[in-house]
């Protein structure tokens, strides 16, 4: 699933620990969300949105739209 999440990681000078931290995940589950090799569950698709201050559909593309 395409995603920002890279894009605004970067926005706010945060590395992929420290996102990983403030979300409650690895590093390497945000290396694997940043480049697509991973989807995130739906309850961590809502974290990140509400870290980010952003609808779902913001940070994430709906593959079936």
Do not use: C
């Not at 590093?27 to 480049?35: G, H, N």
């Not at 698709?45 to 609808?55: K, N, T």
């Amino acid at each position: 699933m395409k995603n920002r999440l890279k894009l605004l990681r970067v926005e706010r000078d945060w590395t992929q620990a420290e996102l990983g931290e403030r979300l409650g995940v690895s590093r390497q589950a945000i290396i694997a969300l940043e480049s697509d090799k991973h989807d995130p569950s739906l309850d961590l698709a809502y974290r990140i949105a509400a870290l980010f201050g952003r609808p779902v559909e913001d940070i994430f593309e709906n593959p079936h739209a």
